[in-house]
Structures are given as structure tokens and as C-alpha cells.
């Protein structure tokens, strides 16, 4: 007995046909067909390996190198070496060994302080002009011509042999000239240190001073000239009422008469 909807025997079950409410996939296709689908399965893995490979060495590959800049010039100039700094000389010690000799003293900077050179000029206060020359008198003038007491000419002797007043006159410029020497006091002449001309002054000291009392203690009036041997050089003593020996005593004090 079979049930109702049942297979007869000797008959496979067969799928239900297409639209049917079931049936196997592909158990109607041919081998060729299978083939074929299982050759398109292999071509689309493939595919999609090749893809993934493509993608795969396009991350992992080197990026592309950057342009190398332009060349820069570059020129090389030779430059001078700097001078090395000389040293001291080495000196040996009795050791025998070598020591650097210490650096030399700074050099001593003497400063001098320029000072102002002080112009003096000559005074020639002591020289007489004609006008004042006028009414001296002369050697032997008032006095005793030839005799022993004449003191105008023995001054004026003694002062033409003395070598050092003829040396004092010229170094004090006044060889041609008429001085006066003493006025009552010594006269300074130019710029002598003291009063008068030293030599001058000596000469006639001395030969008043040995001279005979009574000869120079003589009154004397106004100025006397005494000169040397050119005439022209001469030497004024003596003003108002005066004697030689004035001369001998502390300048500006006269002998009493």
C-alpha cells in the first residue's frame, strides 16, 4: 500500500523544478557548467589578490626621491696664516734646564714739564745819554795833573790794565757806551746779580782804598769820566759834592766830612 503523494518504487526523489518550493542548487547543472563557475571563482580570487598585492607594494615601496637643490659655488682663497707670537729668549740655568726668561720691564715714561722760559730784557737804566753827560769832567780835570793825589787818573789806570773789566764790559754789552757806576750808591748794571760790575767795582776799590788819606778824602764836585784805553767806553762817579773815599764805605752812607 502507498501512502498518497508517495514515490512510486524504482523512482529516484527528484527536486522540485524551478519555482518549485525547493530544491538543491546546482544539481541540475552540467559538469561543464560547474567547471566553468569554478574557473571564474578562482579568476575573481586571483583578481582580488592581485589587487591587494598591487596596493600592498604601492604603500610599502620607497617614495619617490626629492630634486637634489642646484650646485653652489663654492671658490677657495688662500689666507695667510697669522704670525706666531715670539717668544723670549730661553735661558739655561746651571741645572741644565730650560726656563722661560720673564717678560722685560714696561718701559719707564718720563714726563718733563715744559716750563716757560722767562724773556728778561736789558735794562739800560745805567747808560747816559749825551744830555746827561753834559758838564761831567774829565780825567785831570779839578784835579793835581802829575802829582800824587790826582784819583781820576789813577782809577782810569788801573781800570785799562785789568783784563777782567774789560771782559765784565763786554759781556754786559757795553763796550762804546757811558755808564754811570756810582751815584752815591753802586749802580746796577743790566742784569748783573749785584751792583755794578763786579770787576769794576773791584778795580776801583782796591785803588782807592790804597790811595794816601789825604788824597781821597779831597772833595769832588759833580760827575767824573773815567774811560778805557778806546775812548769811547767810559765810566761816571760820583754827582753833587762827594770823595772817593765814599766809595769804600757801606753803600748809601757817606763818610762823614
Do not use: Y
Given at each position: 500500500m502507498r501512502g498518497k503523494g508517495s514515490l512510486p518504487p524504482g523512482k529516484a526523489a527528484e527536486a522540485p523544478l524551478a519555482g518549485g518550493p525547493w530544491r538543491f542548487r546546482g544539481s541540475h547543472l552540467t559538469r561543464a557548467q560547474r567547471r566553468n563557475r569554478w574557473l571564474v571563482g578562482v579568476a575573481t580570487a586571483g583578481a582580488h589578490v592581485a589587487v591587494f598585492g598591487v596596493l600592498f607594494f604601492a604603500h610599502g615601496a620607497a617614495p619617490p626621491a626629492k630634486p637634489e637643490p642646484a650646485p653652489i659655488m663654492l671658490s677657495l682663497i688662500d689666507t695667510p696664516k697669522p704670525t706666531p707670537p715670539v717668544l723670549p729668549e730661553l735661558e739655561k740655568i746651571d741645572t741644565g734646564a730650560t726656563v722661560v726668561a720673564p717678560d722685560p720691564k714696561p718701559p719707564t715714561i718720563h714726563i718733563q714739564n715744559q716750563s716757560m722760559t722767562q724773556v728778561t730784557v736789558d735794562d739800560m737804566s745805567d747808560v747816559l745819554s749825551d744830555s746827561q753827560l753834559?758838564?761831567?769832567?774829565?780825567?785831570?780835570?779839578?784835579?793835581?795833573?802829575?802829582?800824587?793825589?790826582?784819583?781820576?787818573?789813577?782809577?782810569?789806570?788801573?781800570?785799562?790794565?785789568?783784563?777782567?773789566?774789560?771782559?765784565?764790559?763786554?759781556?754786559?754789552?757795553?763796550?762804546?757806551?757811558?755808564?754811570?757806576?756810582?751815584?752815591?750808591?753802586?749802580?746796577?748794571?743790566?742784569?748783573?746779580?749785584?751792583?755794578?760790575?763786579?770787576?769794576?767795582?773791584?778795580?776801583?776799590?782796591?785803588?782807592?782804598?790804597?790811595?794816601?788819606?789825604?788824597?781821597?778824602?779831597?772833595?769832588?764836585?759833580?760827575?767824573?769820566?773815567?774811560?778805557?784805553?778806546?775812548?769811547?767806553?767810559?765810566?761816571?762817579?760820583?754827582?753833587?759834592?762827594?770823595?772817593?773815599?765814599?766809595?769804600?764805605?757801606?753803600?748809601?752812607?757817606?763818610?762823614?766830612?
Open positions: 753834559s758838564g761831567a769832567a774829565t780825567v785831570g780835570e779839578g784835579g793835581d795833573p802829575g802829582g800824587a793825589c790826582d784819583m781820576g787818573q789813577l782809577v782810569q789806570r788801573a781800570l785799562r790794565r785789568d783784563p777782567l773789566v774789560h771782559n765784565a764790559v763786554q759781556n754786559a754789552n757795553r763796550m762804546g757806551k757811558a755808564i754811570m757806576v756810582w751815584d752815591g750808591d753802586w749802580v746796577r748794571t743790566g742784569m748783573e746779580d749785584g751792583k755794578g760790575l763786579s770787576a769794576v767795582r773791584e778795580a776801583i776799590l782796591w785803588e782807592v782804598g790804597f790811595a794816601p788819606a789825604s788824597c781821597r778824602t779831597k772833595p769832588v764836585h759833580g760827575m767824573v769820566l773815567l774811560s778805557l784805553a778806546d775812548g769811547r767806553t767810559r765810566f761816571a762817579v760820583g754827582t753833587g759834592e762827594w770823595r772817593w773815599a765814599d766809595l769804600l764805605h757801606v753803600p748809601g752812607i757817606r763818610a762823614s766830612r
